[in-house]
């Protein structure tokens, strides 16, 4: 447990560092912590050392591990992995946010799904058209965009991404994402959104000095990933 503090402690350092490369403020940039398939004391953990916002990419893990940790007050679920249709219900009970909408489909069932606060979401963006990866093409965020701004219980505040990994995997470094970041950043001005959830464990920082205000991290505090049943 001890570790996770530790862990956490560097990665924020690390944050800070490059907030003070791009001369921002670190309090512009969100820590995610992305804890799929991480049991719940590791989780109780990050809490224990001052995290909060956490990142789950499997809807009926989100349910469970909400349920779990629900005397944690303040905790904040993100969703960030792709949905489908009959799976939206638990995310729309439980997440704060959700970064994967892909879809008005999906989008108008979260709306129908939702009470309380409104949820923010995030639209994927597919910035290479990649088979592999969900998202949409840079071409459709704003026709998408103008949309969901019209559906009620949910509130469209920015852009996600997961940027193409050149071939081969072994010759890829942090910086060659550098431009996909800063298309991202460039198209989400120009729709007047205000966050950027882009960078992982391996980019975060090139994702930061490019204008990301949430970023991903989820090996550099947990470790390796377990693997448990997956939740029915």
Not at 80 to 99: C, E, M, T
Not at 186 to 194: C, R
Request: aromatic share 4%; net charge neutral.
């Amino acid at each position: 447990m001890d570790e996770i503090a530790a862990n956490l402690t560097t990665v924020r350092a690390e944050i800070t560092a490059a907030c003070q490369r791009a001369g921002r403020s670190p309090s512009e940039v969100t820590l995610v912590a992305v804890s799929k398939l991480q049991p719940t004391e590791l989780i109780a953990a990050a809490y224990a050392a001052g995290q909060r916002d956490f990142g789950e990419n499997y809807a009926q893990e989100l349910r469970d591990k909400a349920a779990a940790l629900a005397s944690c007050p303040d905790l904040r679920w993100h969703a960030i992995g792709p949905l489908q249709r009959n799976k939206v219900k638990y995310v729309a009970k439980v997440a704060d946010s959700f970064h994967a909408l892909d879809s008005l489909e999906i989008a108008e069932e979260l709306g129908k799904r939702r009470s309380g606060p409104p949820i923010e979401v995030f639209l994927e963006v597919n910035l290479a058209g990649e088979d592999s990866k969900s998202g949409i093409a840079p071409s459709e965020v704003a026709p998408l965009a103008d949309q969901l701004r019209q559906i009620a219980n949910i509130r469209l505040v920015g852009l996600m991404c997961m940027p193409p990994q050149p071939e081969p995997p072994a010759a890829w470094t942090p910086e060659d994402n550098r431009p996909h970041f800063a298309r991202m950043r460039e198209l989400a001005h120009a729709l007047g959104l205000p966050q950027l959830s882009m960078g992982t464990t391996a980019d975060f920082a090139v994702a930061i000095e490019e204008g990301a205000t949430l970023v991903r991290v989820g090996r550099s505090i947990f470790g390796a990933r377990r693997t448990p049943a997956r939740a029915s």
